[in-house]
């Protein structure tokens, strides 16, 4: 009896093993949908990453945090450049100094540093410095120095400090420095308390009186101590005879120095606004114009001395 094969009516029907005629295939890539179908396919909460907030798929919020991020980059930048200038500056700073023995400039600092201890004995410390002579051009390169640092710092009660402890040491220097018709000056405008001009006045011509010989015939002719009734004293010259002060000498060197103030007033530019650093330079510039005023009445009462 021959058996015959019936046909499986319920198995399904399996697919070609070799894929169509129409369709490419590739045996080194497989190509798989695009990442915008599978978003699309995807429900929306598994679209968003865990932990990451919704502004984060929002292009504008993005776009935001990128400019924020190149500020931040900007500003990094900008304070590495401020740290490396100062870095420099610092280093010429420092660099002001070499040309001196490392034995002055050690001992240059230690003054300048007794100097700011001293606090309010800082007077007397700057005159027993210059009494000894130990105020020079190294001490107030010292004090500069310092002043330098403590303006790139913005130490604004270092830098008032010690711009007045320079200008002390410098006044000091020159003072000692000075002409004696710049020693007079200087010493008749300390004589003024601020507020009594014409009692001033009355002590700077006694001052002038003893300072200036006498300047009539016989006191040219004939020296201080000598008698001409009883023709009995002195004929010798003084030994400081070179350290007179002729009143001619005193108005014509204080004159110049005038002129070259008056010179320099006009070409500086008054400082405008309401800020601390225009009200200082405003003040300044009041004490400067007070202080010409009163040059200016000494020449006057030089000029017009009598004895």
Known sequence: MEAKPFPLTCAPSLPPLLPPTNMRFSRFKTIFP???VLRRSMP???QLLEGMPKEYYDDEWQARQREKTK???RRRREEEEEEERKIEEYR????????YPEEDVRRARKLVSSFIRAEEEVEEKIEEAAERGELNELVLMVIWN???LARRDDEKDAIRSLDLLYRRVETEILKREATPAMRLLNDLLNMHDGF????WLKECKKRMADAFPREDPFTVLVPAGFDIDKHHGPLSLPL???DILLRVDFVREVDA???EVRSEQNEAQSAQGLDPESVALRLKEQEKKRTIHRVETLVDLAINLKW
Request: hydrophobic share 30%; proline share 0%.
């Open 34 to 36: 695009s990442g915008e």
């Open 44 to 46: 929306k909460e598994e």
């Open 71 to 73: 500020e931040l980059h």
């Open 92 to 99: 010429e700073i420092g660099l002001r100094l070499m040309g």
């Open 146 to 148: 310092r002043l330098d």
């Open 196 to 199: 009594d001009d014409e009692g």
């Open 240 to 242: 400081e005879a070179d």
């Open 257 to 259: 120095l005038l002129q």
